[in-house]
Every structure is written in C-alpha cells, then in structure tokens.
C-alpha cells in the first residue's frame, strides 16, 4: 500500500529525515513512535504530500506521488488520502455534516447530492455521533469533534488514514474510545491506518510499531 523509500528532509542546514526507508501493506494498522523531534511527524506530513521531501520516493498504492503534477497531486490527495490531526481543524461555521461532506464536494460532487450525504450520514452514524449531524463544532466535545474529523477524513473512501497524535488533545476516556475506533475501522473497511503517537497504550495496539531516532528508522 505504501512504500517510502530513501527520504530525506531538510530545512536549510537541519536534516530532520535521513533516508528513510518502510513498507506498510493494505489494512495494517502502523505506529510510528520516537523521541520529540525524531522527524515523526515531518515523515507523516511528507507521506501525505502535505510536504515535498528533499529526497526519496514515496509510492501509495503503485503511484510515485511526487512524479505528479500540482493538480493530479492535490487531486490524489483528495481522493486517496485521509488525514486526521491532533486538532480537529473543523470549519466552525457548518455543521458536522457539512464537514464531513466537504472532502466530496472538494473532490467535485454537487452541494445537496443524495449520494453524497448519505455516506456522510452513514460515517457519523458509524463512529457514535449520529446524533450531531445537525451540530457545529462548538456544540460538540472533544471527542465528538475528533470523530467527526475521522469520519471526514473516509469521506472519500481513502486508501490510506494518515493520524498525527489524533488522541493527544483527549481525556482519558475519549482516549480509549479513540484508540479502539481505529481499529474498528480497519475490521469495517480494511482500511490502512498509519498513526504518529507518543500513547504508549495506543502504540501497543497497533500491529507493529516502526521506531524513530534522530531522522532515522531504528
């Protein structure tokens, strides 16, 4: 599903990634775990086409992602990609639906398409938060809003979830759930989830754990 090979990243004279080299098959669910400042979530970011790497490749799903143009890029993004941060990054002013639809309506689907919002409900209904559709963001919990950051990020039916310490703004509670909802959904859609974490009860989880140090995978 995903292969990276030989990254580098590096701001100005600070080399953040040093070849970085990793394979991640289809419906695994990978930990990248390491020291603050081991390049954990550069790497991530770089795996999204978020960021261009100074060097190296990445494949998702045979494609040289970095061989594409801006536009197919940004458009590949969209539709193979789901990304999910330790801050929501809700649109304050719609609703959950609406966010959630929104990745669909980037994509080029029609403001009001039947089939769109019914998937849209479909993924809220999936991660517990049926009930907020109607809800902006300020009307929801942390956890709520998380879930319905997650359930954005498959609107499009991504190959890959990319999460960057996706629990990390929780309470303990919301923690757990969370932890244990990545996992329901990689049961439920097969889906590939590669996940940054400093949890170390989210880390021990996942089918292994790639470990990071100074920009290099130990």
Not at 66 to 88: C, T, Y
Request: glycine share 10%.
């Amino acid at each position: 599903m995903i292969t990276v090979e030989k990254i580098h990243k590096s701001f100005g004279d600070l080399e953040v990634l040093k070849g970085v080299d990793m394979h991640i098959s289809k419906g695994e669910v990978v930990g990248i775990v390491g020291a603050s400042g081991a390049g954990k979530s550069t790497l991530l970011n770089i795996m999204g086409s978020l960021m261009q790497p100074s060097g190296g490749k990445i494949f998702i799903n045979g494609t040289d992602i970095f061989s594409l143009s801006a536009k197919d890029l940004a458009a590949f993004r969209n539709r193979e990609i789901g990304f999910v941060f330790q801050f929501h990054h809700l649109l304050p002013e719609f609703t959950a639906l609406e966010n959630v639809m929104m990745p669909a309506l980037i994509g080029g689907a029609k403001w009001g398409s039947r089939e769109v919002e019914e998937r849209a409900k479909m993924l809220l209904e999936d991660l517990g938060v049926g009930e907020r559709m109607q809800h902006k963001p300020m009307q929801m919990s942390g956890g709520e809003q998380q879930r319905v950051a997650i359930a954005r990020a498959l609107m499009n039916k991504p190959a890959v979830l990319l999460a960057d310490e996706p629990s990390g703004n929780l309470d303990s509670r919301n923690k757990e759930e969370l932890h244990n909802l990545f996992f329901t959904l990689r049961e439920k859609y097969n889906q590939t989830i590669v996940i940054v974490t400093h949890e170390q009860e989210l880390a021990a989880k996942c089918d292994r754990c790639i470990v990071m140090k100074d920009g290099m995978v130990l």
